[in-house]
């Protein structure tokens, strides 16, 4: 059999923004001159983007069909998403991993909650004598992570409150480790924090309870914040859903609101590294990782920082390679430079995953 024709693709690559011909050989990126190569494309080159909070297999409902869960990967990818961090998911998804048309996808398993505290249908719920036994089940079934679920409304508080004692929390961050599975867990509300940070947490999901004392100490363990803007933009949603029940929730709520772009931008002048996630799925759309980076961008954060939070930085975080030479050819071609345009994001000429080009679709 033949070789492939090697590929060119030319223009600016970010990260540096320097002018450059990449080419694409057996599906791997080369920096070589290939004499004869065809050119596919000329743009702004911008290594995959990374959706670091996706569920893929998940709805409203729990867990979805393997032909849903398909069109939701495909929805991510053509949007430029060719990394996806799993953040929680009812269904099994490891067979995503063997499509090579399909985004890479890092599994953390299903959610693990306190019991009658979280979505029906989504999560693993447990009472906290059962939570470290859980966190190392899930640590072995997943691809290095596990997801907890940090707090929810309490219907007995009538607020938001933690889903677990800070010790059994303790507990399953390091049952997950010992497994050599990192953790991060859904946290909206302040209480939750303090005692998930001092016990070691890798990654906080939303963050909107942070406060300047919280954002040093994440700074210290190197804890890293997945803000996922566009779902905390539905906070007016559940504070006014549960203002007439909760009032006390609707209050917390409203305020964790009216505060998230300063925590946000607070966390990330502080060195958090923050990293961008579309919480696809469930009420969320897939594909949308371009309207994270926007949101990003609308709280404060420059636009340079926001796309490497989508791309560069978050790949490098992950543990998979950008556009070094012999890496795997995941990139995205845009006709303008993003970081000047971020609409452009919206519109990629070209899409290429593992040396193929599978986008845009028509």
Same mark, same amino acid.
């Given at each position: 059999m033949s070789p492939e024709p090697a590929l060119r693709f030319r223009g600016p690559v970010l990260p540096d923004g320097e002018p450059r011909d990449l080419y694409v050989v057996d599906g791997r990126v080369t920096w070589e001159v290939q004499p004869g190569a065809d050119t596919v494309a000329e743009g702004w080159i911008v290594p995959g983007l990374v959706d670091a909070h996706c569920h893929l297999g998940l709805d409203d409902f729990g867990a979805t069909d393997d032909a849903a869960t398909e069109q939701q990967a495909l929805d991510d990818r053509d949007g430029g998403a060719l990394l996806i961090r799993d953040a929680g998911s009812a269904a099994d998804t490891r067979w995503v991993q063997d499509r090579d048309d399909l985004p890479r996808l890092i599994r953390c398993g299903r959610h693990i909650a306190a +019991?009658?505290? *979280? &979505?029906?249908? *989504?999560?693993? #719920?447990? #009472?906290p004598d059962e939570l470290a036994t859980y966190a190392a089940q899930e640590a072995r079934n997943g691809d290095g992570w596990i997801k907890l679920v940090g707090d929810w409304i309490s219907r007995d508080e009538g607020d938001l409150a933690p889903s677990f004692p800070a010790e059994a929390f303790a507990a399953a961050i390091d049952a997950a480790h010992a497994e050599g599975a990192k953790v991060t867990a859904h946290c909206f509300g302040h /209480?939750?924090?303090? /005692?998930? &940070? #001092?016990?070691g947490i890798d990654c906080i999901e939303h963050g909107t309870g942070l406060t300047e004392d919280l954002i040093d100490a994440m700074v210290a363990h190197g804890t890293r914040l997945v803000p996922t803007v566009m779902q905390l933009d539905k906070f007016p949603e559940h504070a006014a859903a549960g203002r007439e029940k909760f009032p006390? *929730?609707?209050?917390?709520?409203?305020? %964790? *609101?009216?505060?998230?772009? $300063?925590t946000v931008m607070a966390a990330h002048e502080a060195g958090v590294p923050i990293y961008a996630g579309s919480d696809g799925g469930g009420i969320s759309r897939h594909g949308n990782i371009a309207g994270e980076v926007e949101a990003l961008v609308r709280i404060g954060m420059p636009a340079f920082d926001a796309?490497?939070?989508?791309?560069?930085? $978050?790949? #490098?975080?992950?543990?998979?390679? /950008? %556009? +070094?030479e012999g890496a795997s050819a995941d990139f995205v071609v845009y006709d303008r430079n993003p970081v000047e345009d971020l609409s452009v994001l919206r519109t990629p000429r070209a899409i290429v995953l593992r040396g193929a080009l599978v986008g845009p679709r028509a």
């Open positions: +019991t009658r505290r *979280y &979505i029906r249908g *989504y999560a693993h #719920e447990v #009472e /209480g939750v924090l303090p /005692g998930l &940070i #001092e016990a006390d *929730y609707a209050a917390t709520m409203t305020d %964790l *609101y009216a505060r998230m772009p $300063a796309l490497g939070a989508a791309s560069w930085r $978050a790949r #490098e975080w992950l543990g998979v390679d /950008g %556009l +070094t």
